[in-house]
């Protein structure tokens, strides 16, 4: 699923930017190189690729604990969004700036293919509701092989 975005760079830092100042924390530095590489990223990362990509693109020495502390706060926040794939003990996170889409993970590459079907989310619905569940959020992860692999 492309990102089709509606909003620029700017205008998303300057949304960040408010939202700590609401919360009363104050912005760094590396905090938007962070959410600089998730922007413009079409894939899924780690937490050690994105440090690699920050290092890389800045030129900065910055550890894997800050970037575990800035991904856990914007986790916190619902700025992004973290999938954990089955056997790897690390996530991989990506901007929610997106409509809720659903993730097919390759058991052998770990290619992550996003999807959305509104049929499926239906059914979800209507599951919950037949248990007695009023459904707030969820995370279909869906694991095979991709056809590259296959």
Same mark, same amino acid.
């Given at each position: @699923?492309?990102?089709?975005?509606?909003?620029? +760079?700017?205008?998303? @830092?300057?949304? *960040?930017?408010?939202? @700590?100042?609401?919360?009363?924390?104050? !912005?760094?530095?590396?905090?938007? +190189?962070?959410?600089?590489?998730?922007?413009?990223?079409?894939? &899924?990362?780690? =937490?050690? =690729?994105?440090?690699?990509?920050?290092?890389?693109?800045?030129?900065?020495? @910055?550890?894997?604990?800050?970037?575990?502390? /800035?991904?856990?706060?914007?986790? %916190?926040? &619902? /700025?992004? !969004?973290? /999938?954990?794939?089955?056997?790897? %003990?690390?996530?991989? +996170?990506?901007?929610?700036?997106?409509? &809720?889409?659903?993730?097919?993970?390759?058991?052998?590459?770990?290619? /992550?293919? %996003?999807? *959305?079907?509104?049929?499926?989310?239906?059914?979800?619905?209507?599951?919950?509701?037949?248990?007695? *569940?009023?459904?707030?959020? &969820? !995370?279909?992860?869906?694991?095979?092989?991709?056809?590259?692999?296959?």
């Amino acid at each position: @699923m492309k990102k089709d975005l509606t909003i620029s +760079y700017d205008e998303f @830092m300057l949304k *960040f930017k408010d939202t @700590m100042k609401s919360l009363g924390l104050n !912005n760094s530095v590396q905090r938007e +190189y962070v959410l600089k590489i998730l922007f413009n990223s079409e894939i &899924h990362l780690s =937490a050690d =690729a994105l440090l690699n990509e920050v290092k890389k693109e800045y030129s900065v020495t @910055m550890g894997i604990a800050t970037v575990y502390r /800035i991904l856990n706060l914007l986790e %916190e926040l &619902h /700025i992004v !969004n973290s /999938i954990s794939i089955d056997g790897n %003990e690390s996530k991989v +996170y990506e901007l929610n700036l997106v409509s &809720h889409h659903d993730h097919m993970v390759c058991t052998q590459c770990n290619k /992550i293919v %996003e999807f *959305f079907d509104a049929e499926l989310e239906k059914l979800q619905e209507n599951v919950a509701l037949t248990n007695g *569940f009023t459904l707030q959020s &969820h !995370n279909m992860l869906l694991y095979g092989v991709c056809k590259e692999c296959q």
